[in-house]
């Protein structure tokens, strides 16, 4: 699936440049940035959609009004971003630490137990593990 993905044209171009290069060679910031992106488009939208209503509400002579409320919303979405910034650095660390984990595990579950055998030698009886 990962191939198909890299064929795109546009993601080959994308993956091409500094910042795709740089992404490729360090999944956990790439994880942290689509974390952060996923979550910051319902903020950045609202705050769209608001600097919009308000544009429209005060077109006539309430310049001020509205770059005043542009202001706290800015600041508003400055706040609101940056916690989210934080919660998808900790998410993205609680996911890698869990596959980790689980990774880890799941080959300790399946690695292949060999049995003891005894090897006889005249009249001493040793056992030996087969590795």
């Keep these: 699936m990962m191939e198909d993905i890299s064929y795109d044209p546009k993601v080959a171009e ?19 940035v689509l974390v952060f ?16 209503v308000t544009f429209i509400a005060v077109t006539g002579c309430f310049i001020f009004v509205e770059i005043f409320l542009l202001m706290i919303g800015g600041t508003t979405l400055l706040c609101v ?7 998808s650095f900790w998410v993205s660390c609680a996911l890698s630490a869990l596959y980790i984990v689980i990774s880890h595990v799941l080959n ?9 055998r005894n090897i006889s030698t005249g009249h001493m009886e040793t056992k ?3 590795w």
Excluded: D, M, Q, W
């Design 14 to 32: 994308l993956l091409n440049t500094r910042v795709g290069k740089y992404l490729t060679e360090h999944p956990f910031l790439a994880l942290v």
């Design 37 to 52: 992106g996923l979550t910051a488009s319902v903020p950045i939208g609202l705050f769209l959609a608001f600097a919009a």
């Design 81 to 87: 971003l940056f916690c989210l910034a934080v919660v």
């Design 108 to 116: 300790f579950c399946f690695i292949p137990r060999t049995p003891e």
């Design 128 to 130: 030996k593990t087969e």
